[in-house]
């Protein structure tokens, strides 16, 4: 069985940028969610996939955007990108996306914004 | 608003000692209770989790308490050793317009010295 992994491992961009993550769900889960952890804080809800729609988002600002392939991995696009941005995203897959459900964390993609 | 508030921000305990995190919510939607442990590097990963009908849950040296009525619960671990030092969340979770939404604490930092 595959663990959840994550693309790339470090990312540095400069502001007004856009940047892409990326993210492969564990084998035999549909469902991906994604969090930013800023230093020292707890991870953040951004928003959840359910194959392949976005069925549930956080407070963030639609310059957050995502996307589900057909074989369950998923996409982080952040536009237009700000100091505040900076931040390790994680992304975590389950299955089905029940209360109860474990959600199973991948190693993060630490962003820096300069 | 914060919702999952979690205390304390760090923790040094001595090894064999009791190491515990205390952690209240507001919202009374919010019907599972994880706790997440994580090393520098590492996503989060899942240690040990509560439904709230349940007044204690324990798992090896890792026990949980739930006080439903003050709306706090805590994690204890017994004989503390060195290998535990992570950082360590409590969450709450609920199902939220059909997807989990999972509400993270601050995170506490544990360092067991031998």
């Known amino acids: 069985e595959t663990g959840v992994t994550q693309s790339p491992t470090h990312l540095i961009k400069t502001r007004g940028q856009q940047v892409t993550l990326r993210c492969s769900s564990q084998?035999?889960?549909?469902?991906v969610s994604w969090y930013q952890q800023a230093l020292g804080q707890g991870p953040q809800f951004i928003f959840q996939?359910?194959?392949?729609?976005?069925?549930g988002r956080g407070n963030f600002p639609p310059r957050f955007s995502g996307l589900q392939f057909p074989n369950y991995s998923s996409e982080l696009n952040v536009n237009a990108l700000e100091l505040d941005d900076s931040a390790l995203y994680l992304c975590?897959?389950?299955?089905?996306?029940?209360?109860?459900?474990?959600?199973?964390f991948g190693p993060g993609t630490r962003l820096t914004v300069l | 608003q914060q919702q999952v508030k979690q205390s304390p921000q760090s923790l040094i305990v001595q090894k064999g000692g009791i190491s515990i995190i205390n952690c209240a919510y507001e919202?009374?939607?919010?019907?599972?209770f994880p706790w997440y442990q994580q090393f520098p590097g590492k996503g989060p990963a899942l240690l040990i989790a509560i439904r709230p009908d349940v007044s204690e849950k324990k798992e090896g040296r890792f026990t949980i308490s739930f006080n439903k009525s003050a709306k706090q619960f805590s994690l204890h671990i017994m004989d503390s050793q060195p290998g535990d030092s992570a950082t360590y969340f409590c969450a709450a979770s609920m199902v939220n317009g059909g997807y989990q939404k999972v509400t993270f604490g601050t995170g506490t930092k544990l360092q067991v010295i031998p």
């Open positions: 919202n009374t939607a919010f019907d599972y």
């Open positions: 084998s035999g889960h549909n469902t």
């Open positions: 975590a897959s389950s299955s089905a996306g029940g209360v109860t459900d474990t959600q199973y």
């Open positions: 996939y359910y194959r392949e729609e976005e069925n």
